[in-house]
């Protein structure tokens, strides 16, 4: 099958949207977890979280432009600076789905999604008690992407909090973590790790 520009854009909107958030492959599941002013707590699944660099620790995800109903954590986030970024795990992989329902912004969706809200000293904002591998992240900026009126919100890892059982051999395992692999809006995946290389350099490349 081949879709060309035209073909896309003439898609009805569910396909279009079906089709065009699973193109990348496979993107992370995280919850992020944050807080208003007046201490409402706030959480929702991300898809979009990226490494943008290891000096600093910066990561960044992207927020779809802020509707009345959708936004809170952004706004969360605008208000304080401090925000979680939690992974899913196969146990709670349902209610973290349904975090991303339209729950207003007295709400909060751990109360709703069945999820536990943990604090930890100098960050402010709730991070996951069911998940085992997570970040606490200080606000750094917010670059606006013009084409489509989304936002990349750039973040700097303040904590890392990582069960020992994800670190081999010096080297985080995503399948030991029992990470989770997100395709399209509504498809998880469980990880398993198939193969390990050394850093590559042209004059140790093997022979193919
Ligand atoms: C699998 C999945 C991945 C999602 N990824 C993103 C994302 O990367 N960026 C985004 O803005 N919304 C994403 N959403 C939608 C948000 O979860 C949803 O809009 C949520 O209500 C936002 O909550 P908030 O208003 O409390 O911030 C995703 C939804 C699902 C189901």
């Known amino acids: 099958m081949i879709y060309t520009k035209k073909d896309i854009e003439h898609l009805d909107r569910i396909s279009r949207l079906k089709i065009i958030n699973a193109v990348t492959g496979i993107k992370p599941a995280n919850l992020i977890g944050s807080i208003s002013d007046s201490k409402i707590s706030n959480l929702a699944i991300f898809s979009s979280v990226v490494h943008l660099g290891s000096n600093p620790a910066l990561l960044g995800f992207i927020s779809r432009p802020q509707t009345p109903e959708v936004g809170h954590t952004l706004r969360n986030i ?24 339209k729950f207003s912004q007295e709400e909060s969706e751990f109360e709703h999604c069945g999820l536990t809200q943990e604090y930890h000293k100098d960050i402010l904002a709730p991070f996951v ?22 936002l990349m919100v750039i973040g700097e890892i303040q904590k890392l909090i990582i069960d020992d059982s994800a670190m081999v051999d010096d080297d985080i395992d995503l399948q030991a973590s029992n990470s989770v692999g997100i395709s399209g809006l509504n498809s998880y995946y469980a990880l398993k790790k198939i193969a390990q290389f050394p850093y590559a350099r042209v004059e140790e490349l093997p022979k193919f």
């Open 129 to 150: 008690k069911q998940s085992t591998f997570k970040m606490g992240m200080q606000f750094i900026e917010a670059l606006e992407i013009k084409h489509n009126g989304t």
């Open 78 to 101: 605008q208000e304080n600076g401090s925000y979680t970024i939690n992974h899913i795990h196969p146990s709670f992989v349902e209610n973290a789905h349904y975090t991303s329902a």
